[in-house]
T-cell receptor, first 113, second 114 residues
Framework: AQSVTQPDIHITVSEGASLELRCNYSYGATPYLFWYVQSPGQGLQLLLKYFSGDTLVQGIKGFEAEFKRSQSSFNLRKPSVHWSDAAEYFC???????????FGTGTLLAVQP | DAGVTQSPTHLIKTRGQQVTLRCSPKSGHDTVSWYQQALGQGPQFIFQYYEEEERQRGNFPDRFSGHQFPNYSSELNVNALLLGDSALYLCASNDRDRAIYEQYFGPGTRLTVT
């Protein structure tokens, strides 16, 4: 069965430090992978997506993610975190012909001044 | 260009009652999906509508039903509410032909069942 695992429930980083959020997926075919961000009380905003091609994808707000098929991973990175990046981050895989999204449980990012 | 809109923003209902949530997709989008996000969890797929028909359904009971209108807007209905139905309900839309895998989400409706 398709699934997404985000091993880190809560991460705290200092402002200006680098960030890496982990995501592992289980999917039989070529995965279509996404990272979404959710601010408190808000809906989900798409940060970036991977469909095929270059395994390093760039997104909005300075985020990037690298697809590693051998590790079934799609980790999200940012070289320098800003206080406004504090939010919850969800990794997702699109499954089936109707592209329903299967989400991980999320990683809550706190940013220290 | 308006994004995905949902109404109401918040809703409080009593166990056993029925509720209807509404969603208007992003302009140009024809497919609507509904997700339930319980507190501290990732969103869970409920169902998807395209051409006014339910195309796929997640692991949710028949108490959850939906509808899509000719203008592509959609409703989610939940009957016989349970305390466990308390959650943020998210609507997502996409253009099935142009970007089948790229879904845009609305701000959600926070449902509290007491």
């Amino acid at each position: 069965a398709q699934s997404v695992t985000q091993p880190d429930i809560h991460i705290t980083v200092s402002e200006g430090a680098s960030l890496e959020l982990r995501c592992n997926y289980s999917y039989g075919a070529t995965p279509y992978l996404f990272w979404y961000v959710q601010s408190p009380g808000q809906g989900l905003q798409l940060l970036l997506k991977y469909f095929s091609g270059d395994t390093l994808v760039q997104g909005i707000k300075g985020f990037e993610a690298e697809f590693k098929r051998s590790q079934s991973s799609f980790n999200l990175r940012k070289p320098s975190v800003h206080w406004s990046d504090a939010a919850e981050y969800f990794c997702a895989v699109a499954a089936g012909a109707t592209n329903k999204l299967i989400f991980g449980t999320g990683t809550l990012l706190a940013v220290q001044p | 260009d308006a994004g995905v809109t949902q109404s109401p923003t918040h809703l409080i209902k009593t166990r056993g009652q029925q509720v209807t949530l509404r969603c208007s997709p992003k302009s140009g989008h024809d497919t609507v999906s509904w997700y339930q996000q319980a507190l501290g969890q990732g969103p869970q797929f409920i169902f998807q509508y395209y051409e006014e028909e339910e195309r796929q359904r997640g692991n949710f009971p028949d108490r959850f039903s939906g509808h899509q209108f000719p203008n592509y807007s959609s409703e989610l209905n939940v009957n016989a509410l349970l305390l466990g139905d308390s959650a943020l309900y998210l609507c997502a839309s996409n253009d099935r032909d142009r970007a089948i895998y790229e879904q845009y989400f609305g701000p959600g409706t926070r449902l509290t069942v007491t």
